[in-house]
């Protein structure tokens, strides 16, 4: 079972120094429970700020996981291979899976871990035949409601896929295990782990995959 923490330092209070240590501490405590993935999702800071903090951030999560925790960033081949991180997230217009790979390639680096945004059944049957290593699958659930029949049944005719996928989108602790009963490989948040302390979370989550 994947757990997939997505940041978001906006949620934090404070100045722009504040919200940078708050999730900094957010993703030392995510990574010292056991989350399997921290996807870097900070868009709108600039090339050199998310250098800065994808860099404490890979120093945190090789400190904090014991090398179980995998540190993507969202979009960015390029700073991702700069600070050593594992692996990238791709949106929908990002560049193909086999570009970002083979930018890892032309570093010389080790094969990266990639991830794809896919909001729809094609979207997943294009990720399957490439060398994804994984696909975020959402909205499975509306903001604001628990459950979501349309989306639990689009998510596990995606789950038929020969590729892990990832629910995302409203995922709470009341209704992840109807991700995982759909075939999810796993489930993905933001305010899942961000509001809620990450090990009691963690060891909410990971009984439902035994239940």
């Known amino acids: 079972m994947f757990l997939y923490y997505i940041t978001d330092r906006t949620q934090f209070p404070g100045t722009l120094s504040a919200r940078i240590n708050a999730l900094l501490r957010k993703i030392c405590e995510a990574a010292a429970a056991g989350v399997d993935f ?19 951030a890979v120093k945190s999560v090789r400190e904090n996981s014991g090398g179980r925790t995998r540190l993507l960033l969202n979009s960015r081949s390029d700073v991702a291979l ?14 193909s899976v086999s570009a970002a790979a083979e930018v890892w390639k032309l ?15 094609r979207d997943v049957e294009q990720a399957a035949k490439g060398t994804t290593s994984f696909v975020v699958f959402a909205p499975v659930f509306e903001k604001g409601r628990i459950t979501n029949d349309d989306g639990v049944a689009t998510l596990k005719e995606a789950c038929r896929q020969k590729i892990p996928v990832i629910a995302l989108g409203g995922v709470t602790l009341e209704n992840a295990k109807a991700c995982l009963d759909a075939g999810a490989a796993g489930v993905a948040g933001i305010r899942l782990f961000q509001e809620n302390d990450i090990a009691t979370t963690v060891q909410s989550l990971r009984a439902m995959r035994d239940c």
């Open 38 to 56: 921290i996807q870097l999702r900070e868009k709108d800071l600039s090339t050199r700020e998310l250098e800065q903090l994808a860099r404490s």
């Open 82 to 95: 700069a600070v050593g991180a594992d692996g990238v997230h791709l949106r929908s217009q990002d560049i």
């Open 107 to 121: 570093a010389g680096a080790n094969p990266p871990t990639i991830a794809v945004s896919c909001h729809g059944i």
